[in-house]
């Protein structure tokens, strides 16, 4: 359920050659993260690269020693890893390239626990975008508007469809791969973007040639 791509789009900006990916359905290592302020801790890490647990406390509005105690959980998890030194800064990084934290079907507790990290990330992303919205909805910057999308679509798939149709919405920012490594290939006037898509059936309804449930 869920799944963050790429160092450029969410896994934190890391060395592709040499971070590995993280694939894991572990109801242990998915329940590291399903907690919101860890998942904002994570964000932070991945939009600043690197960042110590001061810099964190900063942006989330918490304790230094409180986001340290949800930084040992995370490192222990092994979502994230200590940076180099510098100085007496002790920053931490993205241990991977890429996570993908999509839950094994058999196992409910890998469900239960990839389906709350994914609903602690639908809000962080929904309450960024609200906030991009509300600061931006003024007309400030007309060029772009054309390229900001709330798109909602209803329609029938099977499941294996809408997986299929998950697989392409994962691979929609491919193209723009390497120019966060890279600044050379970024065009000029380009900004650094955000992409956040759900994807879901609605299974409050019954499937096509079912009955109604009995109420």
């Not at 989330?60 to 180099?84: D, M, Q, W, Y």
Request: aromatic share 6%.
């Amino acid at each position: 359920m869920t799944e963050e791509r790429d160092a450029e789009g969410g896994a934190g900006p890391v060395d592709e050659e040499s971070a590995p990916a993280l694939r894991s359905s572990d109801p242990a290592v998915l329940r590291a993260l399903a907690h919101p302020l860890r998942v904002e801790i994570l964000a932070v890490i991945d939009e600043l690269e690197e960042a110590t647990a001061t810099q964190i406390a900063e942006r989330v509005g918490e304790s230094p020693s409180n986001c340290s105690f949800h930084l040992r959980t995370l490192e222990k998890a092994g979502f994230i890893v200590r940076a180099e030194a510098k100085g007496t800064s002790k920053p931490w990084k993205s241990a991977h390239r890429s996570r993908d934290l999509r839950p094994d079907p058999d196992d409910i507790e890998s469900v239960r626990s990839s389906s709350t990290i994914g609903a602690l990330y639908v809000q962080h992303e929904a309450d960024r975008m609200i906030r991009f919205l509300q600061a931006h909805g003024n007309g400030r910057l007309p060029e772009w508007v054309n390229g900001v999308t709330v798109n909602i679509s209803t329609f029938w798939a099977t499941p294996e469809e809408l997986a299929e149709v998950a697989d392409e919405i994962a691979h929609i920012a491919d193209r723009f791969r390497g120019r966060h490594d890279d600044p050379s290939q970024r065009p000029a006037g380009s900004h650094k973007s955000h992409f956040f898509a759900t994807l879901n059936p609605d299974l409050d309804e019954p499937a096509t040639g079912q009955a109604p449930a009995a109420g």
